[in-house]
């Protein structure tokens, strides 16, 4: 087909009216945020900050925290007065002690062995042959305290003095074989 042929076929092109008062006009745009746009940036910062306090929250929630101790017996098994070269006492103890485990893991051990010091030097240990400590819950342990070489003039001295400041500072070693439990994972623990 020609150029005619082309112009002949489609519409009619009228030309436009030259108009002696010619104005021109200026079309601008007003720019309008799209709703979605400041919700997708809403929505984000809420999501991270419900991330952020759900990672805090979870992290408190399996901190370990340190049980509660309470002696809930005692029984006398030995006591052997030495007096050569110095007074000394050995002293042999039962005990059960509760233990509130306020952790979401529990301890299932073999061996335990906590070694018990006052002012620099060893008093005795206390040994527990095998035992659970339940999660979230309260159990019974028992054990053995053996006191060897207690001077009797020396430490009670500096003990009577210490509890009149309301604290004993005991220093402990504690020496476990076993098993911590978190939920269905079990993971084995040995110290020495």
Not at 9 to 37: C, D, E, G, K, M
Not at 82 to 95: A, E, G, M, N, R
């Amino acid at each position: 087909m020609s150029k005619q042929g082309l112009r002949d076929s489609s519409v009619p092109y009228i030309p436009l009216p030259q108009n002696p008062n010619h104005q021109n006009v200026i079309v601008s745009l007003v720019y309008y945020h799209r709703p979605y746009q400041t919700n997708h940036y809403l929505r984000r910062g809420v999501i991270f900050a419900g991330d952020l306090l759900l990672l805090s929250a979870t992290i408190l929630f399996f901190y370990p925290s340190d049980p509660i101790l309470k002696l809930a017996r005692i029984r006398l098994n030995h006591v052997g007065v030495i007096s050569s070269p110095k007074l000394t006492i050995d002293l042999s103890f039962s005990l059960t002690i509760s233990v509130r485990n306020r952790d979401f893991f529990s301890l299932d051990y073999e061996k335990l062995v906590v070694s018990v010091g006052y002012r620099g030097k060893e008093l005795g240990v206390v040994n527990s042959e095998g035992g659970r400590v339940r999660a979230r819950g309260r159990s019974y342990v028992n054990a053995t305290l053996d006191l060897n070489g207690f001077e009797v003039v020396h430490d009670v001295i500096y003990l009577i003095e210490d509890w009149a400041k309301g604290v004993i500072p005991f220093d402990t070693t504690t020496k476990v074989n076993g098993v911590l439990g978190l939920c269905f994972l079990k993971i084995p623990l040995k110290s020495r």
